[in-house]
């Protein structure tokens, strides 16, 4: 960047900071609720919960909604793969007011200063922006956008309480691989609430187990934690594979999409298969996979940088980010976890740059007990390899595949399904749909996949 257009950048980024000071805490206001902002960060590690894939992180602010109320969020774009910011209610699910949905995607979020690393017409392989969005009552807007932009509803028309007060809100920032994995070089948003008759509040950043000490002051605070932490998911699984009506092992069906899991992200599909794990033997996969845009920038298997979306162009791609993970099939449907060598811990997700992957775009999965990891199931063969659970070793898992902002022109993609059945997902993923056999490991270790298939 010329040295003029670094002044002209530094000079706004100035003069925004200037503005967002005019937000800064005051000592003479009572600090809202919850009281920091960003108090629950969701990872495997941290709250291994509701299907989480392992190459993202979720920050959580939950707040009281009050007539008038409206909360700005001030922050720079982060440098990723993916970002999005989404409000839910207070059953934990997103909704929409007069059209306007609650959940932005990176690439829609506007700058207020610089550019945004996601544009089509400016694309830059760092983010080099500042975005604001605010949070407000959209139940007067009559459905008139224009002035809607970075706009997201603070709460549904008709609120509804159940496990928690209807009065009850949440903000989430999700952040799908960053450079090495390093979310802790993720700068988050910061948070001002402004109260009607009141001034304004920017919370300070939660600290240490600040947050979760500020939450467990309240009756609801207590619930609040107890639900980010998947204490409040359901006791069965929803759907018992083997049962009437339930799809069979190894075939993948489109789980549902209803109010069973808290907080979806509303730009992902999956398509998803039961097995049950047996000592002795493997689950093998294969499936035709979008393209991604994970070779993008800086060589093959970069695929932690912004990319220009949506493309119009030759070299569009068909979604954002895909992976295949694997879960144990019971609350809280955590991603399996599993000793790596060296004291080192393993999960059961792949991604697409973390995948081998053929010339004709497909993928060939293995998924066993460590101690039973055939001997050729490694990279250089062509195989990705996912662990099942030692932990829970009687349970049901389940194995997903994720395909994340689908791109318009893309159809067979579970994302199109009308029904969540077997013949659904077939029906609307046609060559893309996985094929999933079991067998001994001394059967996929003499023949590979294809003895694997066969064998069935």
């Not at 187990?209 to 929803?238: C, D, F, M, Q, Y």
């Not at 004291?343 to 775009?361: E, H, K, M, R």
């Not at 077939?426 to 294809?450: D, L, N, R």
Request: hydrophobic share 35%; net charge positive.
């Amino acid at each position: 960047m010329k040295a003029r257009s670094l002044t002209k950048l530094f000079g706004a980024i100035g003069l925004c900071a200037l503005a967002v000071a005019t937000f800064a805490p005051i000592s003479s206001a009572a600090t809202p609720f919850p009281g920091c902002s960003w108090p629950v960060e969701s990872t495997p590690t941290t709250a291994n919960i509701f299907y989480p894939d392992s190459n993202s992180t979720y920050w959580t602010t939950p707040y009281r909604i009050k007539p008038g109320m409206k909360i700005y969020l001030r922050g720079a774009y982060p440098t990723a793969r993916y970002f999005s910011v989404t409000a839910y209610d207070s059953n934990a699910q997103p909704f929409a007011v007069n059209s306007v949905g609650s959940s932005l995607t990176d690439y829609q979020i506007a700058p207020s200063v610089g550019r945004n690393p996601w544009s089509v017409g400016a694309w830059t392989a760092t983010a080099s922006g500042l975005y604001s969005i605010t949070l407000r009552s959209l139940t007067g807007t009559g459905g008139v956008t224009g002035s809607l932009r970075n706009t997201l509803p603070i709460a549904p028309k008709y609120p509804a309480a159940g496990y928690l007060p209807a009065d009850i809100g949440f903000i989430m920032v999700r952040v799908y691989l960053p450079p090495e994995l390093n979310f802790a070089a993720i700068s988050l948003p910061s948070i001002t609430i402004k109260e009607a008759g009141k001034q304004a509040v920017t919370l300070k950043r939660c600290g240490g187990g600040e947050g979760t000490r500020k939450l467990n002051l309240s009756g609801v605070g207590r619930k609040i934690l107890k639900l980010l932490k998947g204490g409040t998911a359901p006791a069965k699984p929803p759907c018992p594979p083997g049962q009437k009506g339930c799809p069979p092992n190894l075939a993948f069906f489109v789980p549902p999409s209803g109010s069973d899991i808290p907080f979806p992200n509303t730009t992902s599909g999956y398509a998803a298969a039961f097995f049950t794990p047996q000592q002795g033997k493997v689950v093998v996969i294969k499936a035709k996979i979008p393209t991604s845009p994970y070779d993008y920038g800086s060589g093959r298997g970069s695929g932690e940088l912004p990319v220009p979306w949506p493309r119009n162009d030759a070299a569009r791609w068909q979604v954002r980010y895909w992976s295949l993970c694997n879960y144990v099939y019971q609350a809280p449907y955590p991603v399996v976890v599993a000793p790596g060598a060296n004291g080192t811990t393993i999960y059961g997700c792949v991604a697409d740059l973390q995948s081998p992957t053929t010339a004709d775009s497909t993928i060939t999965a293995v998924l066993s007990y460590p101690a039973d990891r055939p001997v050729n199931a490694t990279y250089a063969n062509g195989i990705a390899w996912l662990p099942m659970s030692t932990s829970t070793p009687n349970a049901v898992e389940q194995v997903s595949l994720r395909n994340m902002l689908v791109a318009s022109t893309f159809k067979t993609t579970p994302k199109s399904a009308t029904g969540e059945s077997v013949a659904a997902a077939k029906k609307a993923m046609g060559a893309y749909y996985p094929q999933a056999a079991m067998c001994t490991t001394v059967t996929f270790e003499s023949g590979g996949a294809a003895a694997c298939f066969a064998s069935g």
